[in-house]
């Protein structure tokens, strides 16, 4: 399907291990970013990257660890899970041009519960 | 990243128009003024954003302070699907493409 997808949407995982989320886009474009979304709160940014093999940190990179090898994928991984990290996950996605002020387009989510 | 303040709800009634408010006295003139909406359990998604001049398209209209220390986002005749968090968000021109979310304001459609 064309857009933005998370993968999984649902995911229950234990203090200390290791935790990969999905991000796919189908618009080839340039950039793509990671936030959080604690409960009652706003967004945070994670990390984001602005080309394939090109990352830079966000607010909260702690604990996380991003690589983009090709343009169309983001995986964000955190290495070591604690359950500060228990939040929803959102990957969004924007092209290099100006149009629509760099308009991000966001995933449906990933609900990430650590035990 | 320059900072805005919203107030943290608002309640309307459904085919009134709604005006979200938000300061920002210490943008730059470098800034843009973005609007983004997050719909219950769903991502953000892009409303609107400007610079100086107001600005219209189909989802809402953004009015700009002279001095640009206060923009309002209008929506022309809130319906029950507009019901979400607003987010109103700076965004240097030339900075990086990140976007700064704050608290937002919940509105609420009364049917």
């Known amino acids: 399907d064309a857009g933005i997808t998370q993968s999984p949407r649902y995911k229950i995982t234990e203090t200390g291990r290791q935790v990969t989320l999905m991000c796919h886009q189908t618009w080839s474009h340039s950039y793509m970013f990671w936030y959080r979304q604690d409960l009652g709160h706003g967004l945070r940014l994670i990390y984001y990257?602005?080309?394939?093999?090109?990352?830079d940190k966000g607010e909260v990179p702690d604990g996380y660890v991003v690589s983009r090898s090709k343009t169309e994928n983001f995986p964000l991984t955190l290495e070591s899970a604690t359950r500060s990290q228990t939040s929803v996950y959102f990957c969004?996605?924007?092209?290099?041009?100006?149009?629509?002020?760099?308009?991000?387009?966001f995933g449906p989510g990933t609900r990430l519960t650590v035990t | 990243d320059a900072k805005t303040t919203q107030p943290n709800s608002m309640e309307s009634n459904e085919e009134e128009p709604v005006h979200l408010p938000c300061n920002h006295s210490t943008i730059s003139g470098t800034d843009y003024i973005h609007w983004y909406r997050q719909l219950p359990s769903q991502g953000p998604e892009y409303v609107i954003h400007?610079?100086?001049s107001n600005v219209n398209n189909r989802m809402a209209s953004l009015a700009i302070a002279e001095d640009r220390k206060s923009s309002t986002l209008i929506l022309h005749r809130a319906t029950l699907r507009d019901a979400a968090v607003y987010y109103c968000?700076?965004?240097?021109?030339?900075?990086?493409?990140?976007?700064?979310f704050g608290q937002g304001t919940r509105l609420t459609i009364n049917p």
């Open positions: 968000i700076l965004r240097d021109t030339w900075g990086a493409q990140k976007l700064v």
């Open positions: 969004a996605s924007s092209e290099r041009r100006a149009a629509r002020g760099y308009e991000q387009y």
């Open positions: 400007g610079l100086t």
């Open positions: 990257s602005a080309a394939a093999d090109i990352t």
